[in-house]
């Protein structure tokens, strides 16, 4: 199933009438129409060009000339029509679309209200090169630079047929011709790229984006090693790693801000339950002064976590203090469904940049902050595809689902929830955290269950 969270449009946060600049290597055009379906799906209007030359898309509308004025005036009849149009000032021998120099761009971007998405430059067709003196061309005018590597290039050989530009990338990186391409050369090639958009546009955002990440076989090792060498470049405080011609493109999404690598994880608490087994509204039944679904709550806040969003169903009557507290609250229309429906809703709602998503039961009030804290240490380390607590053997809640398991997730029907995708998922992947706190297996369902909660020792 294709999610807008997984999108690059959504992942990147692009702010309207943007100028976003694509260089690099590995699969820049791909991204961009990619990007620009993604902002027509949300109702926007982008403007596809180029600083240096780049082929058409035979499927979109095309306006040339060299005269931005001109340019302004016939774009904004096609987008009158079209939410994605194409331009360049001719076309070149090679039957490319020659395009603007910068001072044209910043008319454009003036003039027009739409995102303009840039190619900035050339790798003819490999997924890493080396730069000129006069690459990649960034107009000041940019608000978001992407530089862009392929993931495919891996293990591949320092030689001309992998490499664009061979010689300057060899002095970059300081290898030999032949030398096998390692993580720590990828690196070095992208905190090169980062210094030449800060060189150019000092002032602009930089998101690093690792493609084809497909192609590796341990991508969480391969992302997070790139992802430390570059703490501490200028501007940089993410990194994307993506397959750009997949309909849920964005599958690994690292925090650059700190002194690590962070995967930034969300929880959602389930909180739109029907309460049949009890015969009244559980989650607000009083337990030390505070209701369940309070306590809860607190536990989670205690752990770390900045995200929280609380799933509810239609017209439940929170207390005050949680409207306040600064937990998101989205509703769930079809809660009679099942938690399946409960999980779908949530995933919905939560940060555009999280990697993970930890569902939490809103009634288990004695899970303390620690198993959240540590389930989320231990993913963050390993970035496996679930991280779950176990007691004596036996699987609970909470439960942390990794962003590509999502699609999967949001395909389920119902009232399993997240254990449906487990079995199917592989062994390796799943990490089971042993603890000794039977609360991860136990929730408050009867009066009998509830009287023991009540009666629990402090």
């Given at each position: ?268 608490v389930l909180a739109a339950g029907t309460s049949s087994r009890m015969g009244t509204e559980k989650l607000f ?174």
């Amino acid at each position: 199933m294709k999610m807008e969270i997984l999108s690059i449009y959504r992942s990147l946060n692009i702010k309207d009438q943007a100028v976003v600049s694509f260089y690099g290597a590995g699969g820049k055009t791909t991204l961009i129409h990619r990007l620009a379906d993604e902002m027509k799906s949300a109702g926007k209007k982008v403007l596809i060009t180029t600083t240096t030359k780049m082929y058409k898309s035979p499927d979109l509308p095309l306006v040339m000339s060299c005269d931005p004025g001109k340019a302004v005036s016939e774009l904004t009849k096609q987008f009158e029509r079209y939410p994605i149009v194409v331009s360049g000032r001719a076309r070149s021998s090679e039957n490319k679309i020659e395009g603007f120099d910068r001072s044209q761009i910043e008319h454009l971007a003036h003039n027009l209200p739409v995102t303009i998405l840039i190619e900035a430059d050339g790798s003819r067709g490999k997924s890493v090169k080396g730069y000129g003196q006069h690459e990649p061309v960034l107009p000041c005018c940019s608000d978001l630079l992407i530089p862009v590597i392929g993931l495919d290039s891996l293990e591949q050989l320092f030689t001309p047929e992998h490499v664009h530009r061979l010689e300057q990338l060899l002095k970059i990186t300081g290898s030999e011709k032949g030398q096998a391409i390692s993580e720590t050369h990828l690196a070095k090639i992208l905190i090169q790229m980062i210094g030449l958009g800060y060189k150019q546009v000092p002032l602009a955002r930089v998101t690093p984006l690792l493609n084809k990440v497909d192609t590796v076989n341990s991508p969480n090792k391969v992302v997070t090693a790139i992802a430390r060498e570059l703490i501490g470049c200028r501007n940089t405080d993410q990194l994307l790693a993506t397959v750009g011609n997949n309909a849920n493109p964005v599958k690994i999404s690292l925090g650059l801000s700190s002194d690590r690598p962070i995967a930034p994880v969300s929880c959602v608490v389930l909180a739109a339950g029907t309460s049949s087994r009890m015969g009244t509204e559980k989650l607000f039944l009083k337990y030390k002064e505070k209701t369940i679904l309070e306590h809860t709550l607190d536990q989670i806040r205690q752990s770390g976590i900045d995200d929280l969003v609380l799933v509810i169903k239609p017209g439940s009557k929170l207390p005050s203090s949680l409207i306040k507290s600064g937990v998101r609250i989205t509703e769930n229309g079809e809660y009679a469904s099942g938690i399946t429906s409960s999980l779908k809703a949530g995933l919905t709602a939560i940060n555009n940049r999280a990697q993970g998503v930890l569902f939490a039961l809103a009634d288990q009030p004695l899970i303390p902050a620690q198993i959240y804290r540590q389930l989320i240490e231990n993913y963050q380390k390993q970035l496996k595809l679930v991280t779950c607590p176990t007691y004596q053997g036996k699987r609970g809640n909470p439960v942390l689902f990794d962003r590509r398991t999502w699609p999967d997730l949001m395909d389920l029907t119902g009232d399993q929830g997240g254990r449906q995708i487990i079995h199917s998922i592989a062994a390796m992947e799943i990490d089971y955290i042993e603890t000794n706190t039977p609360e991860i297996i136990t929730d408050i369902d009867t009066p009998d269950d509830y009287q023991l909660l009540v009666n629990h020792p402090e």
